[in-house]
């Protein structure tokens, strides 16, 4: 039986229900959260590593939840944070451009079991990993997960104007690197 | 029964009835497991009416308003896919074309086994106040600053009083000195200066910083007999010296 929001909300409030409803949070959100996070991160076991950390995050964090804003926005703004800060710590790590992580992420693409050079489809996956991250996030949310822009200011913290731009001008890029490929 | 099949399929067409009937298509890890569930799930009903029990009371009251919410949610939901299709065809056909096929694979049940390891602490990080400084050092600490402050007070006191004796004697005495001379005073002073405060001075420091010792030494002394004594102290390879 599936509970809508406020109800799961309302029973991780109370002591007795908390942990079911927690539960029920992340059966609800894991799969759409856990894309989301893949296709910046890449890597399985990162994206498996930054999934478990944000929703330690929500945990600590939902009792202050004010729910000014969907709980599904804010897990989205929580995932969308923590893969741009795995990203960002992974390039202080390795003390390199962000193109050579860029550059990274296009390899780790290539390494995948299933990657196929000529599928357009994997084509697509090089190309998405070839924008900047924020701007990678935008066409990820609009793209797969065909968020409404006025959604997707909210996650992303951004006016819905610059979200429009950002997406075009992502597009653009993507069909000019398949286009030369 | 089976049989009967299998007799028919080798009368229509004998090289078929002698394949295997094995299932060759593979189903999801513990798909079947869950599919009761998400059946039940997608019809909303709660998974313990299966055999039939009657609605909740309400059931019928708010049934078109759900029904009419789930249209008006699909409606957005189909709404907003042609919108982000139309959009993407208007930007790059050539993208728009690509189909959205997910291309990555998660491991087997992953998304089954999926668990968050909450910290143990999680329940509610304790707040655990500063451990406050026990009674007894508190004391101690008080004590040890007032024992000081007296300490002090009393060393200040002391020479206070020690000031005040002085004075005291001084004022004590002063009429009756009023009656002694000036020469008496100074000749009491030189016979015993130990007894006085005051020591006094051998040499006058500004008569020092003034000239040389040797010119103070000096002072009594003539030109003249200087001059003689130097001629008859000289040495035989020494220039007179003129003026010291």
């Given at each position: 039986m599936h509970l809508d929001d406020q109800e799961l909300l309302q029973q991780f409030r109370q002591a007795a229900t908390k942990e079911k409803a927690f539960t029920a949070i992340i059966k609800k959100y894991q799969e759409k959260l856990y894309w989301h996070i893949r296709r910046m991160v890449v890597d399985h076991d990162d994206a498996n590593d930054v999934l478990q950390n944000m929703f330690i995050k929500v945990w600590n964090a939902l009792d202050n939840f004010?729910?000014?804003?969907?709980l599904y926005t804010w897990l989205y703004r929580i995932a969308t944070n923590e893969s741009l800060t795995f990203l960002q710590q992974q390039k202080r790590r390795s003390a390199v451009s962000l193109s050579d992580v860029e550059s990274g992420l296009s390899n780790k693409v290539k390494a995948?079991?299933?990657?196929?050079?000529?599928?357009l489809e994997w084509k697509l996956q090089l190309a998405i990993q070839q924008l900047p991250e924020k701007q990678r996030a935008v066409f990820n949310l609009r793209y797969?997960?065909?968020?409404p822009y006025e959604e997707m200011s909210r996650v992303l913290e951004t006016s819905e104007g610059a979200l429009k731009a950002s997406y075009h001008h992502a597009v653009k890029k993507i069909e000019e690197f398949i286009k030369n490929r | 029964m089976r049989n009967e099949i299998r007799d028919e399929l080798k009368e229509i067409a004998a090289s078929l009835a002698?394949?295997?009937?094995?299932?060759?298509y593979r189903v999801p890890d513990n798909y079947f497991e869950d599919v009761a569930g998400e059946v039940m799930s997608k019809i909303q009903?709660?998974?313990?009416q299966l055999p039939l029990t009657p609605p909740a009371p309400d059931y019928f009251d708010g049934l078109a308003g759900t029904i009419l919410n789930k249209i008006k949610s699909n409606g957005t939901i189909v709404e907003a896919n042609n919108e982000v299709t139309s959009e993407l065809t208007e930007l790059s056909p050539l993208v728009a074309g690509i189909?959205?096929?997910?291309?990555y694979t998660v491991p087997a049940d992953y998304f089954a086994n999926f668990k968050v390891n909450?910290?143990?602490?999680?329940e509610k990080t304790k707040v655990v106040a500063?451990?406050?400084?026990t009674h007894w050092a508190r004391y101690a600490a008080a004590a040890v600053i007032v024992g000081v402050i007296a300490i002090s007070g009393m060393f200040l006191l002391k020479n206070d009083t020690a000031i005040n004796d002085t004075a005291v004697t001084i004022t004590k005495y002063i009429p009756s000195l009023s009656s002694v001379s000036d020469n008496a005073i100074a000749s009491y002073l030189k016979e015993?200066?130990?007894?006085?405060d005051i020591v006094l001075p051998v040499y006058d420091d500004s008569k020092i910083n003034a000239g040389s010792l040797t010119e103070q030494l000096l002072q009594d002394v003539s030109d003249s007999d200087i001059q003689e004594y130097l001629q008859e102290n000289q040495q035989p390879g020494e220039k007179d010296i003129k003026g010291i």
């Open positions: 004010r729910e000014d804003s969907q995948d079991t299933g990657f196929d050079a000529n599928k797969y997960d065909e968020m | 002698n394949i295997g009937n094995e299932n060759c009903l709660p998974f313990t189909k959205k096929e997910n291309v909450v910290p143990a602490t999680a500063m451990r406050p400084t015993s200066p130990a007894n006085m």
